[in-house]
């Protein structure tokens, strides 16, 4: 059984179907990303399994129990908030304190229980503390062991670390991993970043428009997406048009060149997906493909150049290139031939 | 977090009803004596003699134009008071001292109040003293029962309301955005006109329609500081109360009042509305 | 160059600024100052600069339990009615903020109307409504009244005060497991409580201040304080009279002084 | 905090008083002025009263004008046994009919009064007893006006402008004055032009609403002279802001009195009646406030002699008194004259 698990659910508000039918099963122990752009319904469907927003249609079910008409405060599930809502006007300690004293947790245990959740994310040392008085960072640590005071089954994060800075960020993000690994608690969390999902999510739910577009490991999406919309959204993908013949086989459009693949017949605009790093500058590739290229535009980015180059059909492609030193490759105006390999392609038919 | 409907009921459901009883029920009868003469009657004529008579449109003139001037002279002066103390003054004990200032005169009768305005205006006053002690006049001027005292004691009266809305906005104001727009080029002062001031709309707002409120149903002031000399709306409808023991044409009165302001009110919302302030 | 100039210049402005803010403030106060002086003349009038220095007006004053009755009166009133007025009041406000139930901008601005009406409308008012309600001209009746010209102070600024009211707050405390009515008692509340305190504060004022709905409604036996200054000063105007007033202001700034002991008077005007 | 005549509801009045004779005999509500002519009524009819007799007075103190707004407002349920109200504004609730009938069998000093101190209504019932005289005249600050004024018109000497006082319709004598001056200028209730011609090119001070605000106004020297009823002139005269002076003018002061009028009849009621009817009552009055009394034989002092309304030797025969009936009979027309053709445009 799931540990949540959700069947169908929709909301809209007024006329705008924020969520289409939406269904998701998480397992205990997960770490769950909910990913896409702001819009996507990835907050409505957590503030949903919060009990923040009442559905209008489907069921959401935490350990096998409906929840529906269930209010927040009874729900087995705690909320990391985006700007982390901690009380300003109580201390750090009775922050983390909130949670179990409504429980009715005797209170001689709540101090154990607050020393506990504020060692955790090391901020024993700033108990006494207002909230105003600590960094963002600080806040997020005390908004991180408010909510897990509570001992919740699930562990709800609304971009947790959308308000901290780049370093910071990276560090909490590897911080959260194992805090969820040492805890074992499920962790459902919202992110529009999808670096920040690839490093912590075991499982990455991409959505799109109201409704799931992929579910899978972050390997899963980033190599097999399901449609152009998850290939573009993770990572970098060069998209190209492809022509779809009568018996389903596939040619490069606007470059004459026969892929061997096939799709349905009378699919309508299938594409083919190859990664920026799949693609090889110079000598053709056996198996592969190969065509004419100009150099738009090359950028030097560290450990890597990425080259920006226009096919003959027009299409613009971003070639990827590793190993590369300063001022090695081709210029730009260079003619030059690219390729990849059949395999590290991928058609999108949808 | 929103309210259901059940919950918005219950709440509201107790105040409503108390209001209902104590407000709405009074004001209903306001409303059926307005329509009334004193054989009980149903009759227009309340309505005909108000409306129908410019002298009723002078005075009620007279009460707009009243609340309209101590409206823009309590902000005028009640801004800068408001600024200094949220955001020039920072030591905490004056800034404690201003605000016990500022309340002391609300918790303080009209009536005990003129006492101190007798002597202040007066012929032997302090103003006049000290103006003919400075040589600025020659003979004491007439400062009390003059279109100024009224005005001075509306100002008086009204300045805490106004002071206290606009500093509960400018004390919320993100402290950043002014030293962005510093930090952007802009003087002191253009930084107040082009930042500080339109973020501190709503407070303005709120002050005068507090303000222009209260100035319509005053009573006790304009009575005093003029000396008898002036007729407000509400006054009429005092006199029509306790004078005249006519509380038909009084409550007629009241009504017109009423629905002016409410009009007005409803009119300066809309605008403020249609048109949200440059920045 | 420009620069120096530009910042005495700023300079300028602020010492100019601060000098109009403390006029206006000595303004404020002068009137008070002026009654203070009064009561302590030793002549049978109203004398200022005062005539020599003598307490006898605060002996007559306070030798006559009326006065004091009168006073306790008032104060009773100003409580209970603020106690009323926030009971009724911030529910109202919440309510009328948060719901979205149809014809609530008129509930809204039917909760800030009695502002509008003259008060001794509501004076006259009150007196039929609790003649029918067989309580006329008692303290409950003078109770009454008063809520209602108080009401609207204490919905306007806690109305103001959800304004800006970080809704996430309430959805942390509900998702950590408290109720409804746990969440407003230990969130919301504390969070809103500059404006409510303000609004109570405005609430007491008006209470303790008012005569036009009083004087309608008064118990038989004892007036509240302004009412009785009022009825005083129909007839005579002696320094004791200043001396009662004098009273009402000292009471009102210790008053305002304890509060400011209490949660801090600057933060009445501010939500954070 | 809830009142004891509650039960008055439902039941007749006889019916009431029976069943509750205690609570009728123990305890009256009694509406008073306020000031120092509040504090003698509480020394020269309540106290003595309540030392006399046990029983228990309550006052309500208050103007006249909204102890008259609360009788009407609660006609059928009054919480008032007897008020005092100024003769003025009385008339106004005796045609309304809020006065019950005063049985002078019960009120046997009735029958030492002068004649003028019973008031009857057209049927010839007594609605209302005389508790003292006053007389309306010029009130001036000797220091400042050497030579004492002699008529009305006076106040409007140059030598005076822009420091008089005169009262407005909200104080009792306003209305009556503005009727008088009508009169003395071949005007009258239903002409009142001449008045408000002449009141609108008196240049005033200040109009004032009360006899503690006159007396304020003339203490800080605001005016130096104006029209005041002699009650509150002497008890100026007394706090000695000045040395003050009265005059009653040729053309004759405007006299009126204080009223007592009762409300809910009971034994207690009329005892109390009664009692101020006796010259030992209204005889303290005229020593402390100078009110003429309404009761024959009264001692008084050299002093408080000298102050009496109508004079040391004078009586009731030389005041003047405006035709209060005409007068409320035309209180809007009065109020609307005063406030359009005295006040408007000033």
């Known amino acids: 059984m799931p540990l949540i698990a959700i069947d169908r659910v929709t909301k809209s508000y007024g006329s705008l179907k924020v969520l289409k039918g939406v269904s998701l099963d998480v397992e205990e122990g997960e770490f769950v990303a909910l990913l896409g752009p702001s819009g996507c319904g990835k907050t409505t469907l957590l503030r949903a399994i919060a009990g923040f927003v009442d559905t209008d249609g489907g069921d959401i079910r935490i350990a096998g129990r409906s929840m529906t008409g269930v209010p927040p405060n009874r729900r087995p599930v705690n909320m990391v908030f985006q700007n982390y809502a901690l009380f300003p006007h109580l201390s750090v300690r009775d922050n983390v304190a909130f949670g179990p004293r409504r429980s009715g947790v005797a209170s001689g245990e709540v101090a154990g229980i607050v020393d506990g959740a504020l060692a955790t994310v090391g901020m024993s040392a700033y108990a006494d503390r207002l909230p105003q008085q600590l960094s963002g960072g600080q806040q997020q640590r005390v908004a991180l062991a408010r909510a897990i005071a509570n001992k919740p089954k699930v562990l709800l994060l609304d971009e947790p670390l959308g308000a901290l800075d780049l370093k910071l960020r990276k560090r909490m993000q590897m911080e959260l991993k194992h805090l969820q690994q040492k805890l074992g608690i499920t962790f459902l969390f919202v992110t529009h970043d999808q670096e920040e999902a690839l490093v912590m999510a075991d499982r990455i739910v991409v959505m799109h428009d109201g409704a799931i577009a992929q579910i899978g490991s972050g390997e899963d999406i980033y190599a097999r997406p399901q449609s152009r919309y998850v290939a573009d959204f993770i990572g970098e993908a060069n998209i190209l048009r492809c022509a779809v013949a009568a018996d389903g086989s596939l040619r490069l459009a606007g470059e004459g060149i026969d892929l061997p693949y096939r799709v349905a017949p009378g699919t309508a605009e299938p594409a083919l997906l190859v990664r920026p790093e799949e693609v090889r500058v110079g000598a053709a590739a056996q198996g592969g493909v190969e065509l004419a290229a100009t150099v738009m535009d090359r950028v030097f980015v560290g450990n890597a150049t990425r080259i920006f180059a226009r096919l003959g059909s027009g299409q613009e492609i971003v070639i990827h290139q590793t190993g590369t030193g300063e001022g090695a490759g081709p210029s730009e105006g260079d003619a030059i031939r690219i390729g990849w390999a059949h395999d590290a392609a991928r058609v999108l038919t949808s | 977090m929103r309210i259901t409907r059940f919950w918005a009921a219950i709440l509201l459901g107790i105040p409503l009803i108390y209001l209902v009883v104590f407000f709405v029920t009074p004001l209903c009868m306001v409303l059926a004596d307005s329509f009334s003469n004193k054989a009980g009657e149903l009759t227009f004529e309340n309505y005909a003699t108000v409306l129908g008579d410019i002298y009723y449109w002078e005075v009620l003139g007279y009460t707009l134009w009243l609340a309209l001037v101590t409206c823009v002279a309590t902000l005028l002066l009640g801004y800068p008071l408001a600024y200094y103390l949220t955001l020039v003054e920072r030591r905490a004990f004056v800034k404690r001292l201003c605000f016990i200032l500022i309340l002391m005169p609300l918790f303080t009768s009209s009536i005990v109040r003129s006492f101190g305005w007798l002597v202040l205006l007066g012929r032997e006053g302090l103003i006049n003293d000290g103006l003919l002690m400075l040589g600025i006049i020659g003979r004491p001027l007439r400062l009390l029962s003059t279109q100024t005292a009224i005005i001075v004691g509306m100002i008086y009266v009204m300045l805490p309301f106004m002071v206290l809305a606009i500093a509960s906005v400018l004390q919320n104001l993100n402290p950043s955005l002014r030293e962005a727009a510093r930090d952007l080029g802009a003087s002191a002062f253009s930084t107040f006109l082009r930042v500080t001031l339109p973020l501190s709309v709503p407070g303005i707002v709120a002050g005068t329609l507090i303000v222009f409120t209260l100035s319509i149903s005053s009573y006790v002031t304009p009575r005093i500081m003029s000396g008898g000399r002036s007729v407000v709306s509400s006054m009429l409808i005092y006199d029509q109360f306790l004078l005249v023991f006519n509380p038909f044409l009084g409550s007629a009165i009241a009504v017109v009042l009423l629905v002016t302001c409410f009009v007005l009110i409803i009119a300066y919302t809309l605008i403020l509305e249609r048109k949200p302030v440059r920045s | ?272 | 905090m809830k009142l004891g005549h509650s039960w008055l509801l439902g039941g007749t009045l006889a019916a009431s008083l029976a069943a509750t004779p205690v609570l009728a005999q123990d305890s009256l509500v009694v509406a008073a002025f306020g000031g120092k002519h509040g504090e003698t009524l509480q020394k020269c009819v309540i106290k003595p009263f309540m030392d006399k007799t046990g029983v228990r007075v309550t006052v309500d103190q208050g103007v006249s004008t909204v102890t008259v707004s609360k009788l009407k407002q609660q006609r059928d349920n009054p919480s008032l046994d007897i008020v005092w109200l100024d003769g003025e504004v009385s008339q106004v609730a005796e045609a309304d009919g809020l006065f019950a009938d005063i049985d002078p069998a019960k009120v046997p000093n009735v029958a030492n009064m002068i004649p003028e101190g019973v008031y009857k209504n057209k049927d010839g019932k007594i609605t209302g007893l005389s508790d003292g005289y006053y007389s309306v005249g010029i009130v001036y600050n000797k220091d400042e006006i050497k030579q004492a004024p002699t008529s009305w018109f006076d106040l409007w000497k140059p030598g005076f402008a822009g420091n008089v006082t005169w009262p407005s319709m909200s104080d009792g004598s306003g209305p009556a004055m503005l009727v008088y001056v009508s009169e003395l200028l071949g005007g009258g209730v239903t002409n009142l032009k001449p008045g408000a011609d002449k009141l609108k090119q008196l240049d005033v001070a200040a109009f004032y609403d009360s006899g503690g605000n006159a007396s304020n106004i003339l203490a800080r020297k605001e005016a130096t002279i104006g029209v005041l009823d002699s009650g509150a002139v002497w008890a100026l005269a007394d706090a000695h802001p000045f040395e003050v002076g009265f005059v009653i003018p040729k053309e004759g002061g405007l006299a009126s009195d204080a009223r007592l009028h009762l409300i809910k009849p009971s034994k207690a009621a009329y005892d109390f009646l009664n009692y101020a009817m006796t010259a030992e009552s209204q005889g303290c009055i005229a020593e402390n406030y100078f009110y003429g009394p309404a009761v024959k034989d009264v001692k008084l002092s050299e002093k408080a002699r000298s102050r009496l309304p109508w004079g040391p030797e004078g009586s009731i025969k030389d005041l003047r008194f405006s035709d209060v009936n005409a007068i409320n009979a035309h209180r809007q027309e009065i109020l609307d004259t005063w406030n359009r053709d005295v006040l408007g445009r000033r």
């Open chain 3, 1 to 272: 160059m420009g620069g120096l100039f530009e910042k005495l210049g700023d300079r300028a402005g602020i010492l100019a600024l601060s000098l109009l803010a403390w006029a206006v403030l000595v303004f404020l106060i002068l009137p008070l100052f002026v009654v203070i002086a009064i009561s302590f003349t030793t002549t049978e009038f109203l004398a200022f600069p005062p005539v020599g220095f003598t307490l006898r007006w605060y002996q007559r004053f306070l030798a006559d339990p009326s006065y004091v009755d009168s006073i306790l009166l008032s104060a009773r009133l100003a409580f209970g009615s603020t106690l009323i007025g926030f009971l009724l009041g911030v529910p109202a406000a919440l309510a009328l903020k948060r719901s979205t139930m149809p014809g609530i901008n008129f509930l809204a601005s039917l909760f800030l109307s009695p502002l509008i009406l003259p008060a001794i409308i509501i004076g006259v008012g009150v007196l039929q409504i609790t003649t029918a309600l067989d309580f006329p001209r008692s303290f409950a009746a003078m109770l009454a009244g008063h809520v209602v010209i108080i009401l609207p102070y204490i919905v306007r600024t806690t109305l103001a005060s959800l304004e800006g009211f970080d809704a996430s707050l309430e959805e942390a405390a509900r998702d950590l497991g408290a109720s409804g009515l746990v969440t407003f008692l230990h969130v919301t509340l504390p969070t809103i409580k500059p404006g409510i305190i303000a609004g109570c504060l405005f609430g007491l004022i008006m209470s303790w201040i008012d005569v036009e709905v009083s004087i309608f409604n008064t118990v038989i036996a004892t007036s509240p304080i302004p009412v009785k200054v009022f009825n005083y000063v129909q007839y005579s105007v002696d320094p004791m009279i200043a001396a009662v007033s004098a009273g009402t202001i000292y009471i009102a700034f210790i008053f305002v002084f304890l509060l400011d002991r209490l949660v801090g008077l600057e933060k009445v005007t501010g939500r954070k």
